[in-house]
């Protein structure tokens, strides 16, 4: 994912909030935060889709979702072992 490099400390600032409430959510077994020059990535490691698909749905995620989606430059995509879709 690409993030505005004017964001790029706002980014991580609002990753290092939200991080031990990702870390705590059900199912999530990993998480870290990589970063390439401008590109910043985060991995995450879920047991199941379902787990991931629960986390997509709740409260914790909206809230951080609403703080990190307007420091895009593009559209973030994320993979799965079986398929790559847009958020």
């Known amino acids: 994912m690409t993030i505005d ?12 909030a939200g991080m031990e409430k990702i870390r705590a959510f059900d199912g999530c ?13 985060t991995y995450s490691y879920w047991n199941t ?6 986390y997509r749905k709740s ?3 909206k809230g951080i979702w609403s703080n990190v989606k ?11 072992l079986k398929q790559q879709f847009k958020i």
């Open 5 to 16: 490099p004017d964001k790029v400390a706002e980014f991580k600032s609002v990753y290092e």
């Open 29 to 41: 077994t990993h998480l870290e935060l990589l970063q390439e020059d401008n590109v910043l990535m």
């Open 49 to 54: 889709p379902q787990d991931l698909e629960n």
């Open 59 to 61: 409260d914790v995620f």
């Open 70 to 80: 307007p420091l895009f430059i593009e559209k973030p995509l994320a993979w799965s």
